[in-house]
């Protein structure tokens, strides 16, 4: 066995075993690499410059280092050949352990109290693993996540065919891993492999893949600005308020915004039957654009049966709202027109609610 500074304290020795003891009144403190050497395995470690420790003993199998809390820094031992098992007689202390390009290393520190730190080769060299990887997708993106036993960088090869042709990289060293993969195409199969790396030593995972959300575009009349789903989920009255009629734009819904606007539709057709049960009401109040309340919902459901024209359609399609927009305003000239009301201004005044009223009676 080989061990170099600092000095030799305590010796002692057997029919098979050489100990070494290396022990001060005040914490060892290493200039240089020290080499130190194992019989069982042949194996050599390397104590890194700037080590310190309270004492080292160095046996046939293992080297043990005392820190305490008065040590005043940390102990650093590598391996290039064999991975690293390190077990402590107590608590208080910290083992950061590393894997890079193939030097198996251990970082041991002590915060509180003192502890003996006993490092043994395992039997084969340091190699990174990938666990657990698996994919979360969210309408036209997704999430991979994996875990590492070391820390090491993240990459994700994606695409279309086990070919991939795309990667998405982050070289923070961490143990647990996120990649986000966004802007992929809807209702598509995407296979993906994650890998991780730290110098020269590296892991991949096996193909997997997923599939992305269906997309849905929905013809609705366009207004100044182009309707987007954000704007779909907000209140009834500001989408309506912001269609005008005469151009047509597309909102592209996630899964449950579909359902939510077939339901919508669902439920304007069911008030709608459910109303024609009911006995005729009259309309009390001229309307107009900006006017709210439950006779401006049956206008709206009024019109919608109706179904004179493009307008009304749309109207089925954003549902009974109970404010007067833009789009109402259109249906209801469209209404006006083929019933020969005039002028066919969109205004529900008395010639209007009267004629509406001799329909419903």
Same mark, same amino acid.
């Given at each position: 066995?080989?061990?170099?500074?600092?000095?030799?304290?305590? *010796?002692?020795?057997?029919? *098979? #075993?050489?100990?070494?003891?290396?022990?001060?009144?005040?914490?060892?403190?290493?200039?240089?690499?020290?080499?130190?050497?194992?019989?069982?395995?042949?194996?050599?470690?390397?104590?890194?410059?700037?080590?310190?420790?309270?004492?080292?003993?160095?046996?046939?199998?293992?080297?043990?280092?005392?820190?305490? +809390?008065?040590?005043?820094?940390?102990?650093?031992?590598?391996?290039?050949?064999?991975?690293?098992?390190?077990?402590?007689?107590?608590? @208080?202390?910290?083992?950061?352990?590393?894997?890079?390009?193939?030097?198996?290393?251990?970082? =041991?520190?002590?915060?509180?109290?003192?502890?003996?730190?006993?490092?043994?080769?395992?039997?084969?060299?340091?190699?990174?693993?990938?666990?657990?990887?698996?994919?979360?997708?969210?309408?036209?993106?997704?999430?991979?996540?994996?875990?590492?036993?070391?820390?090491?960088?993240?990459?994700?090869?994606?695409?279309?065919?086990?070919?991939?042709?795309?990667?998405?990289?982050?070289?923070?060293?961490?143990?647990?891993?996120?990649?986000?993969?966004?802007? /992929?195409?809807?209702?598509?199969?995407?296979?993906?492999?994650?890998?991780?790396?730290?110098?020269?030593?590296?892991?991949?995972?096996?193909?997997?893949?997923?599939?992305?959300?269906?997309?849905?575009? =929905?013809?609705?009349?366009?207004?100044?600005?182009?309707?987007?789903?954000?704007?779909?989920?907000?209140?009834?009255?500001?989408?309506?308020? +912001?269609?005008?009629? @005469?151009?047509?734009?597309?909102?592209?819904?996630? /899964?449950?915004?579909?359902?939510?606007?077939?339901?919508?539709?669902?439920?304007?057709?069911?008030?709608?039957?459910?109303?024609?049960?009911?006995?005729?009401?009259?309309?009390?109040?001229?309307?107009?654009?900006?006017?709210?309340?439950?006779?401006?919902?049956?206008?709206?459901?009024? /019109?919608?049966?109706?179904?004179?024209?493009?307008?009304?359609?749309?109207?089925?399609?954003?549902?009974?709202?109970?404010?007067?927009?833009?789009?109402?305003?259109?249906?209801?000239?469209?209404?006006?027109?083929?019933?020969?009301?005039?002028?066919?201004?969109?205004?529900? @005044?008395?010639?209007?609610?009267?004629? #509406?009223?001799?329909?419903?009676?």
């Amino acid at each position: 066995m080989k061990l170099s500074k600092p000095t030799i304290i305590g *010796f002692a020795f057997t029919a *098979f #075993v050489f100990l070494f003891v290396v022990a001060h009144a005040a914490p060892l403190t290493y200039n240089t690499d020290v080499t130190v050497s194992l019989t069982s395995p042949a194996v050599d470690f390397t104590i890194k410059s700037g080590s310190v420790a309270d004492s080292v003993a160095v046996n046939a199998t293992s080297v043990v280092a005392t820190l305490s +809390s008065s040590t005043g820094g940390s102990f650093i031992l590598t391996s290039a050949s064999r991975d690293l098992s390190i077990s402590t007689s107590s608590a @208080g202390g910290t083992v950061g352990r590393s894997c890079v390009s193939s030097v198996a290393s251990s970082t =041991i520190s002590q915060q509180t109290g003192s502890s003996n730190y006993i490092i043994t080769p395992t039997d084969s060299a340091c190699v990174i693993t990938i666990s657990n990887a698996t994919s979360s997708v969210s309408s036209n993106s997704a999430t991979i996540t994996w875990t590492t036993n070391y820390p090491a960088d993240s990459t994700v090869s994606y695409g279309t065919t086990s070919s991939y042709g795309s990667t998405s990289s982050d070289s923070s060293q961490v143990l647990s891993h996120s990649i986000n993969l966004s802007n /992929l195409s809807y209702s598509t199969t995407y296979h993906f492999q994650a890998s991780s790396a730290a110098g020269t030593t590296n892991a991949t995972s096996s193909d997997q893949s997923f599939i992305t959300q269906a997309l849905i575009t =929905i013809g609705v009349p366009a207004g100044p600005a182009p309707i987007s789903s954000s704007t779909q989920t907000s209140s009834t009255s500001n989408i309506e308020s +912001s269609i005008v009629a @005469g151009s047509t734009s597309t909102i592209t819904l996630s /899964l449950q915004e579909q359902l939510e606007t077939l339901l919508a539709k669902l439920q304007a057709l069911q008030t709608w039957a459910g109303e024609q049960e009911k006995p005729s009401q009259k309309f009390e109040r001229d309307l107009e654009a900006g006017s709210e309340g439950d006779d401006v919902s049956r206008l709206q459901l009024f /019109l919608i049966g109706k179904n004179s024209g493009p307008s009304s359609k749309k109207l089925a399609g954003v549902g009974t709202t109970g404010y007067f927009g833009n789009l109402t305003q259109k249906a209801l000239q469209e209404f006006q027109k083929s019933a020969g009301i005039q002028p066919a201004s969109g205004y529900f @005044g008395p010639k209007t609610r009267a004629y #509406v009223d001799s329909l419903e009676r």
